[in-house]
């Protein structure tokens, strides 16, 4: 059955591999958009045609849709794929596309314009019989200020952008006087990241958990949900970890709010494939919606794993008008999926970015093992773009298995050159709170065991003493320097580490 | 046993390293620049290691955690060092100077904002480490800097008229 015969993704990093790799099994034409310091990158090099859009920042390349169009028409794509960030939920892109003659793969212009503004998105959802939180009206930049809108609030609130998403454009702030620079701050954020710098305030729920329902509707009005995904375990309001089944959900809950989702999906007339955001108090079992993205989700992998479904190819199916073949009653999943996003990101210093050369990136397999990665190893990891390289995802026939999967893989995973969150996350998933299940948001501020420094012990003084070998060993090191020596027993002492005989070095 | 030359840049460390640990390297293989092998512990238990030399660095992949090494960075380029002197406020990612905030002889607060980074399209608010006065700003709005970079230097503690 033929959708399209060409798409060109716009988009880089492992969500345009990610597209790219369904498009090619269908056996769809591919196209690729880069910027220059992606020129190397992996998307690039999988399309079966990449174009470079030629700059450096994210406002001249992949945000610039002039270009991107241009360039898909020029190569006689029929459609275009945004993945997400950039202009996955720009409406104007949209609307250009269909001007062009060219297929979004997403909701309407509509859809996408009502979502991506949270106040009408929220209305949306009243209408639809959804419980909202508390908010205030949209904030411009030089508009007197904000007594009046906190007040109807209180603090601590977040600041949250319009167009928001990955917690671009969020701040909480605790104290009246610190509004306005957060309100500022916000703005500049927003406008960068998504070209829209519209603000809004929000009441602030601690302690909460972060569930989504992912949703499908085709052109039809056929919508069904492909259940959740818990996403409570983030950092600056960004998600680190995800997992389902969540383990706050009882059936009843699971029902109401899936319920709630597929009301949210048709009030706001989408098609494609979106996501339905709660807040859970946990303590309550009350659920609030939060936001619709209008767009796929950087933590689909989860729900595709437990499903054994393709979203990707969902999205390009719905946006072809064909319609959806699955009925709710045969959304039965399989067995626990969990997973954990590989950010650049230094998690001894407050979560930091990291940039560099990637030395070394040796990513683990085996049983249940899945990487969406974006890059390879050698590439330089730029200070231009997000920061998260790739999402290591586990599936298990229960929990605990999927769990004990991603440990492991989490541990045999060499990446040098360029400091990641893996130390972070490996002790993460140790964590009895998230062993259990009972975490929340503030998972990570409750336990700065997470991200203090590692204490020294056996390992740390195991690398120490494997550098200064290495430091002390000059010379050029041959491709055949193969030594395959093994330790010499206790009786080699030198210095305090046996069996180091000094043949082990070349 | 032999002195150090090199200092670990990563992970920050936070207790002495050079005690005595019962541990066996074992080099299974090194081939284009990378040594592998085990690690066996003292109880026992190995653990695979992958390392590397990248120009003045040494990188080290144990057991989860990637570590880098370096020669100690000679005082007059110790401003760019994890460990800032107090007066120092150094950018704490790598990026480009969207605001900056005060300037010379501007009073400060603890916790006030000096000047935001943006960095993987994140803004870092860079926030003043105490009440003080500003005795110098380093940098310029659209200038990019890289960790670790100094950005304001307060008047010393003590120095104040």
């Given at each position: 059955m033929s959708v399209f015969s060409k798409v060109l993704v716009a988009n880089r990093g492992e969500i345009a591999v990610r597209v790219l790799q369904t498009l090619q099994a269908m056996g769809i034409a591919t196209a690729a958009v880069y910027a220059d310091p992606d020129a190397n990158s992996p998307h690039a090099g999988l399309a079966d045609e990449a174009f470079s859009l030629g700059g450096s920042t994210a406002e001249e390349t992949y945000l610039d849709r002039r270009k991107i169009i241009e360039l898909a028409l020029r190569c006689g794509a029929e459609a275009v794929h945004p993945g997400?960030?950039?202009?996955?939920?720009n409406p104007a892109f949209s609307r250009e596309c269909a001007e062009a003659g060219l297929v979004f793969i997403g909701p309407s212009p509509e859809t996408i314009e009502l979502l991506g503004d949270k106040i009408r998105s929220k209305e949306a959802a009243v209408i639809a019989g959804v419980p909202v939180v508390p908010s205030s009206p949209m904030w411009t930049p030089g508009e007197s200020l904000l007594d009046g809108l906190s007040s109807q609030i209180g603090f601590p609130l977040l600041v949250k952008a319009a167009a928001g998403g990955g917690g671009r454009g969020m701040r909480i702030v605790e104290r009246v006087q610190d509004l306005e620079t957060a309100l500022e701050s916000a703005n500049r954020e927003a406008a960068s990241a998504f070209g829209d710098g519209r603000v809004f305030l929000e009441r602030y729920i601690p302690a909460a958990r972060h569930v989504e329902f992912q949703v499908l509707a085709d052109s039809s009005g056929n919508t069904i949900h492909l259940l959740e995904r818990e996403c409570s375990i983030q950092r600056r309001y960004q998600k680190v970890i995800e997992e389902t089944p969540s383990p706050v959900l009882n059936d009843d809950l699971r029902t109401r709010m899936a319920a709630s989702a597929v009301a949210m999906a048709k009030s706001a007339g989408y098609t494609n494939a979106g996501t339905v955001e709660f807040l859970v108090d946990a303590q309550t079992g009350e659920y609030y919606f939060l936001e619709m993205n209008a767009r796929i989700q950087v933590e689909h992998p989860i729900t595709e794993e437990t499903l054994r479904l393709d979203m990707v190819e969902w999205q390009t199916r719905i946006a072809a008008g064909k319609l959806i073949s699955l009925s709710q009653e045969d959304i039965r999943p399989s067995g626990h999926a969990v997973e954990c996003r590989i950010y650049a990101e230094d998690p001894y210093s407050n979560f930091a970015p990291a940039t560099g050369r990637l030395l070394a990136w040796r990513p683990p397999s085996g049983m249940g093992i899945r990487l969406d990665s974006g890059v390879a190893e050698g590439q330089e990891i730029s200070a231009y773009y997000d920061s998260m390289l790739a999402k290591l995802v586990a599936w298990g026939p229960d929990r605990q298995s999927a769990i004990g999967r991603m440990q492991r893989a989490l541990q045999s995973f060499p990446v040098l050159g360029v400091t990641t969150n893996i130390p972070f996350l490996i002790r993460a998933i140790a964590h009895p709170d998230f062993r259990s299940g009972g975490y929340d948001t503030g998972f990570i501020a409750r336990h700065p065991e997470l991200t203090a420094s590692p204490e020294s012990n056996h390992l740390n003084g195991a690398a120490v003493e494997i550098a200064e070998r290495i430091w002390r060993s000059a010379g050029p090191i041959g491709g055949s320097n193969m030594s395959g020596q093994s330790s010499a027993g206790p009786q080699a002492t030198q210095g305090p580490w046996r069996g180091l005989s000094k043949s082990t070095f070349p | 046993m032999t002195t150090r030359r090199l200092q670990q840049l990563h992970p920050p460390e936070s207790t002495l390293v050079g005690a005595r640990y019962q541990a066996d390297i074992e080099i299974a293989a090194t081939s284009q620049g990378r040594w592998e092998g085990q690690v066996q512990l003292g109880d026992g238990r190995t653990t695979p290691f992958l390392a590397l030399r990248d120009g003045q660095q040494v990188h080290v992949w144990l057991a989860g955690e990637s570590y880098v090494f370096a020669p100690p960075i000679p005082i007059a380029r110790a401003h760019r060092s994890a460990q800032p002197a107090s007066d120092d406020v150094v950018s704490p990612v790598p990026g480009v100077v969207m605001t900056v905030l005060v300037s010379a002889g501007d009073a400060v607060e603890a916790a006030q904002d000096l000047v935001i980074i943006e960095s993987m399209k994140t803004e870092h608010l860079v926030k003043s480490p105490r009440d003080g006065t500003v005795e110098q700003v380093l940098v310029q709005e659209g200038q990019q800097v890289e960790r670790g970079v100094l950005l304001v230097v307060l008047v010393g503690v003590g120095e104040e008229r």
């Open positions: 997400y960030g950039f202009l996955a939920e | -």
